[in-house]
């Protein structure tokens, strides 16, 4: 079983930047893919942006430019890094990973809140 915490997330104001954090502990083994996904109310999920182990990245359409996604695979940990926040980026942002490298196990962290105000 793998364990996520997430955290970074908060009120804004329009303009501003944050950093979200998400922190793999407990059966961790090759975590091939570490991504994040938000999701505002009434909406679906969506990928925000992932990246593999091999250093391969790709983002929403709606984020490219402002939003980084970046891991640390001696902490197990991936960090995204959003600027140029605007009030559509409110969400819960959700930490999503990859276990393994040919059968891969999904994992969902509990999300936090990112609240941009106008």
């Known amino acids: 079983q793998v364990h996520l915490v997430e955290s970074g997330g908060g009120l804004v104001q329009a303009g501003g930047s944050l950093r979200l954090s998400c922190a793999a502990s407990g059966s961790v083994g090759i975590l091939s893919a570490m991504a994040w996904y938000r999701q505002a109310p009434g909406t679906q999920r969506e990928l925000v942006a992932r990246a593999t182990i091999g250093g391969v990245t790709n983002y929403g359409d709606s984020v490219k430019g402002r939003f980084t996604i970046s891991r640390d695979n001696a902490k197990n940990t991936v960090y995204l890094q959003i600027d140029s926040l605007k009030p559509e980026d409110t969400a819960v942002y959700y930490c999503?990973?990859?276990?393994?490298?040919?059968?891969?196990?999904?994992?969902w962290g509990q999300g936090t809140q990112v609240t941009v105000s106008s």
């Open positions: 999503y990973v990859e276990v393994g490298l040919f059968s891969k196990t999904p994992y």
